[in-house]
């Protein structure tokens, strides 16, 4: 844990404010879900919850058997980070935080389907050129109303486009894990 040396007083409503500056980086808007932990020694502990981390192995295993099929890399994201990967370099995708881009193309449930040159084609990852991708395409996952990440396709083969049949199987991935997260 790191000391930001910030202190806030509980008001009599029983609530703290988050200082501005620590919402910026951790990408913590009105609204978010936060989940709080409690230690013995009284710390109290705030984390950003993620309704789709909580899918965890089964995200895994799911994001397994689609780059089985697909044939193309595969990621699950959520809104902040990439929390599953099969069929490219796990160290390089894994637990790595999503760009602007492709958040804001969650939040509009944006389905884009994209080859490198295009002008939609946006970068997966923040602050990495994804240039080794040749070929994308991003599903939004929808759970109760509300866009809370997306199924992702990649392909480093400059040859790979993607199609309908990619689209239709991003598509439904993407529903079936909103319709686990409603469950």
Do not use: W
Request: contains cysteine; negative net charge.
């Amino acid at each position: 844990m790191k000391a930001t040396g910030i202190v806030r007083r509980i008001d009599d409503l029983g609530r703290v404010v988050i200082p501005k500056e620590i919402r910026r980086t951790l990408k913590i808007r009105e609204g978010d879900p936060l989940e709080i932990f409690t230690q013995k020694d009284g710390e109290i502990i705030f984390k950003k919850y993620s309704p789709i981390g909580e899918l965890g192995n089964f995200a895994k295993e799911y994001a397994e058997a689609l780059a089985q099929v697909s044939g193309h890399i595969t990621c699950i994201a959520d809104k902040d980070q990439l929390i599953a990967v099969s069929g490219g370099s796990k160290r390089e995708l894994l637990k790595k935080e999503i760009s602007e881009q492709l958040e804001r193309a969650i939040d509009d449930r944006t389905i884009v389907l994209a080859n490198k040159n295009d002008s939609h084609y946006i970068p997966v990852l923040m602050n990495e050129g994804d240039n080794r991708y040749n070929a994308q395409l991003i599903a939004p996952i929808i759970s109760e109303g509300d866009a809370i990440g997306a199924v992702i396709f990649l392909s480093e083969d400059g040859k790979t486009k993607m199609g309908e049949v990619e689209e239709k199987l991003a598509q439904s991935a993407a529903g079936f894990l909103g319709r686990q997260m409603e469950q």
